[in-house]
């Protein structure tokens, strides 16, 4: 026999020997999942909910149960909830956002979205909307409605007030301003009265006594598999589809019969059709062999197993596979079709693709963003995968999905109805209603500075965007800014002050000195640093800084802000501004003058950056006179591949 056919030899016996143990299987997994378990303080737990002790292959990969506390805790949608209840008979469960558990101010603010494959709330369900940082306008009013102590960054004199969603307008809003809001949903019959006369105390028991869910996953095939005595799980070759385990070792959509002889027919059946599938598989194996084995490349490759696109594809498949229940959602490309009723409306574009506008399946907007086929081979698609995946913050895009079919590349995210903040600063024809107003500017500024503080600081693993500009800031409803576009992105340990990197990454205008040229200092978060300032004195500007000649001749425009800085003189796009308005724009420049220091060193972090935007104008010196006028026109857009690590839960 031919050296090269041994392996064959072996595969084909170790096939043939494992049919028997393949029969064995299922009655040892009827075993297992037929029994109940117990997560934290929940008893008598069933499909289609698994974790602990019980395997994954006894419910649905969805419904993934922590237990490594006192109560089980559910992640939804990269989200964790904690269970309060689960009732198997009526598909019901009561979970409360586990960040709100003891504590009514949590760090990290969003809104919540359900998997709405496989969730829907309860009837019984209200919508509470909690506001932060909110400030009396009124010295020593003390008379504005559901007031709870809140310190916003540890501000004196802040608190928080809440409402229900239909009720907001109702209270004093006109003495009181507030920094941010977040929706949360209650039970209704608990909260009853609550929005209109609630205390601190009471609104601590409504959030910690949760909301009703009811969930979808195979209920109707699982009851009648259990009902004609099987018990239910699922199969790692389909994930997410039932398989009815049955006693006698044998899958079946139901396992008993009401007639003579139907039992003895189906495993006859069975038994021949497991014959005929397991001939079927060795001659397919077989034939994958003789192509591994004699159908190597010049580089002694096999072209089947070792090409660059199934390379692609086994790199994102094990960094999910690490991402457990926290993956985003994988859709199929026809799913993706579906939702943009073919891709009919195009909400805009770019070297990566094209972005549309869609809808899930409860009618939630969602923006698509389809990738080039031969853009980086699928490596930023993979980089914004696994970084994205990893933040939860309100001032960072949310992330709902994804597409991976062949080299259809999608990536699904929350809708943002008021675009990119590109086009508000730097629209010529943009009418004077529409112009953003400096109070929104700076909330956005603020906000922004919030979103990079997190990824550089808020993660186990620091996440470096290297590509901050206004075209990848997205605005929401209430021009809430989230940060987007991870494509260059770069994960490291937050104890690495100074990265190794051997391209550059950017956009022109953007990049920071040392990210082309290393005699400049070692890359690190201060890159980011230097792209948030240019990207505020571009929103001071109001228009791109790499537009030079316009409006102030050919001078490099942050030289130009230096020089008007230092002589007090009016800085902005808008002819009359106020003393507030002077102020929030004098504020903003001297933070991005700081922010675009040529030493990283120079540079404040974004916590301090956060710091001195909140502070007083007066606290702030002015910066040494930025000198890098000539630099910002060479590098262009670049991007590249660099080792991704695992995922992990940072909400």
């Known amino acids: 026999m031919h050296p090269q056919l041994f392996p064959i030899s072996f595969m084909f016996v170790a096939i043939v020997a494992l049919i028997p143990a393949s029969l064995a299987q299922g009655n040892e997994q009827y075993l297992n999942c037929s029994q109940l378990f117990q997560c934290g303080n929940i008893q008598g737990i069933g499909y289609p909910f698994w974790g602990a002790n019980r ?47 003891n504590d009514t101010c949590p760090q990290y603010l969003y809104n919540a979205t359900l998997d709405p494959d496989h969730f829907n709330y309860a009837a019984d369900t209200d919508e509470l909307v909690l506001r932060y940082g909110c400030t009396t306008l009124v010295p020593g009013n003390t008379t504005i409605a559901n007031q709870f102590p809140c310190l916003a960054n540890g501000t004196e004199g802040t608190f928080g007030i809440f409402a229900s969603a239909g009720l907001t307008t109702m209270l004093n809003f006109t003495t009181v301003s507030c920094n941010t809001s977040v929706s949360v949903l209650v039970n209704s019959t608990v909260g009853a009265g609550l929005s209109s006369n609630g205390t601190s105390a009471k609104l601590t028991e409504v959030l910690e006594s949760g909301v009703g869910l009811v969930w979808e996953a195979n209920n109707t095939n699982c009851q009648r598999c259990v009902g004609s005595g099987g018990a239910c799980g699922s199969n790692s070759s389909n994930p997410g589809s039932l398989v009815c385990y049955c006693s006698d070792g044998e899958y079946d959509a139901s396992c008993g019969s009401s007639q003579p002889g139907t039992e003895s027919k189906r495993n006859l059946g069975k038994k021949l ?14 034939t994958l062999a003789l192509f591994y084995y004699f159908g190597r490349n010049s580089s002694g490759k096999s072209f089947i197993f070792w090409n660059n696109e199934n390379e692609v594809h086994a790199n994102l498949e094990a960094i999910l596979n690490n991402c457990g229940s926290l993956a985003p959602k994988k859709y199929s490309y026809s799913e993706v079709k579906k939702m943009t009723n073919s891709f009919k409306e195009k909400l805009g574009q770019g070297g990566y693709g094209l972005v549309y506008k869609g809808k899930l399946k409860n009618g939630s907007l969602i923006a698509v963003k389809v990738l080039k086929e031969s853009k980086g081979n699928g490596e930023e698609f993979i980089n914004e995968v696994t970084s994205i ?23 699904i995210y929350e809708f943002m ?13 943009l009418s004077v209603e529409h112009q953003l107003g400096w109070g929104t500017l700076y909330q956005i500024a603020i906000g922004i500075a919030r979103g990079l503080e997190y990824l550089h600081r808020g993660c186990n693993t620091r996440i470096l965007h290297f590509d901050i500009k206004p075209h990848n800031i997205l605005l929401d409803e209430g021009f809430c800014p989230k940060i987007s576009d991870f494509g260059l992105a770069k994960l490291c340990p937050k104890k690495n002050s100074i990265i190794s990197m ?30 948030y300032g240019m990207m505020i004195i571009d929103m001071v500007g109001g228009r791109k800084n790499v537009d030079l000649g316009v409006d102030h001749t050919t001078e490099y425009f942050p030289d130009w ?14 002819g009359n501004i106020n003393e507030a308005e002077t102020e929030i724009s004098r504020k903003m420049t001297t933070v991005g003058l700081w922010c675009i220091q040529t030493d990283p060193s120079s540079r404040p972090a974004m916590s301090k950056v956060v710091e001195m935007l909140e502070g007083s104008l007066a606290s702030l010196r002015i910066p040494p006179r930025p000198f890098l006028a000539s630099l910002q026109r060479a590098p262009a857009e670049s991007s590249s591949t660099d080792n991704l690590e695992s995922c992990s839960s940072n909400v």
């Open 389 to 411: 995946s990893r933040t939860a913050h309100i001032n960072v895009v949310t992330l709902l999905g994804f597409c991976f079919e062949r080299r259809k590349r999608a990536l």
């Open 561 to 574: 802000l230096y020089r008007h800085l230092e002589l007090a003189e009016e800085i902005g796009q808008h």
């Open 55 to 101: 395997s994954q292959s006894c419910g649905h990969p969805s419904f993934f149960l922590n237990c490594t506390g006192e109560a089980p805790v559910l992640t939804i949608q990269t989200r964790p909830y904690r269970v309060l209840s689960i009732d198997n008979a009526t598909y019901a469960l009561t979970v409360v956002r586990q960040e709100f558990w």
């Open 273 to 286: 059709g497991i014959g005929i599938g397991s001939v079927l598989v060795v001659g397919v194996v077989t």
């Open 502 to 531: 051997s391209d550059t990454r950017g956009t022109a205008g953007y990049i920071a000195p040392e990210v082309f040229s290393r005699i400049y200092g070692g890359v690190s978060h201060k890159s980011d640093v230097y792209s």
């Open 417 to 429: 109805p008021n675009g990119s903040l590109d086009k508000f600063i730097s629209d010529k024809n």
